[in-house]
């Protein structure tokens, strides 16, 4: 199974400071068709996951552009470049190249 | 924008077979992916599998010899079935569209206890 590592797990955050999450898989995620199966959800507190990036930078309509994914192969980064109040939760990193699909551990945002 | 909501039973006796259905609506069962994703309480997310719009199915080999996935086009759902259940299949399960999980269902607890 490919590994997803996220880091930190935590992070506490000012609203209007920027954040970061890393993503790092244990394969590389691009697919010889050429795209990389690596998307990016949030779970807010007591509500499923929302789907927010997909094929490692491609945000879903409605989402903020002050979300942004980045990287490739094997290395992915989540930043928000204005926390707001709204964006606490867990971040979720997830891979679709290969088979069982695979999770990160999540990182938990919180606000200072 | 396709919705999705999960029905089915929030206890489950051990040894039992879970099952749970995913009501579509706003897009056609016949048009897409689908998937079932578990979350234990307090834990991270666990791909369970999915059903192809041609009807095959893939699933996770930890579970893959007790769980089945199957659509039933007349009335716009798909279904997860989990046999021999035991208390660490507890756990809020999820259907979602897609492989890569574009919308998700509101999810539902299911326990096991006896």
């Known amino acids: 199974d490919i590994v997803m590592s996220q880091s930190p797990l935590s992070l506490s955050v000012t609203p209007g400071q920027p954040a970061s999450i890393s993503c790092k898989s244990s394969?590389?995620?691009?697919?010889?068709?050429?795209?990389?199966?690596l998307y990016w959800s949030l779970q807010k507190p007591g509500q499923p996951p929302q789907l927010l990036i997909y094929?490692?930078?491609n945000r879903l309509s409605g989402v903020p552009d002050r979300f942004s994914g980045s990287g490739s192969g094997t290395d992915f980064t989540l930043k928000i470049s204005r926390v707001e109040p709204e964006d606490v939760g867990v971040y979720y990193c997830?891979?679709?190249?290969?088979?069982?699909?695979?999770f990160g551990q999540g990182t938990k945002l919180e606000i200072k | 924008q396709v919705q999705l909501q999960e029905s089915g039973p929030g206890l489950v006796k051990p040894s039992e077979t879970l099952s749970l259905t995913c009501t579509v609506s706003g897009g056609s069962v016949s048009s897409y992916y689908w998937s079932w994703i578990r979350q234990p309480p307090g834990k991270g997310l666990e791909w369970i599998g999915y059903?192809?719009?041609?009807?095959?199915?893939n699933y996770n080999p930890s579970l893959k010899s007790r769980v089945t996935i199957s659509v039933d086009t007349s009335k716009n759902q798909f279904s997860l079935n989990l046999s021999s259940v035991t208390a660490a299949d507890t756990a809020v399960y999820y259907c979602?569209?897609?492989?890569?999980?574009?919308?998700w269902g509101q999810g539902i607890l299911v326990t096991v206890s006896s």
């Open positions: 394969q590389s995620l691009l697919h010889s068709d050429g795209n990389t199966y």
């Open positions: 059903i192809s719009i041609s009807g095959s199915t």
């Open positions: 997830m891979q679709t190249i290969q088979l069982p699909y695979t």
């Open positions: 094929q490692v930078s």
């Open positions: 979602a569209r897609g492989r890569g999980a574009l919308d």
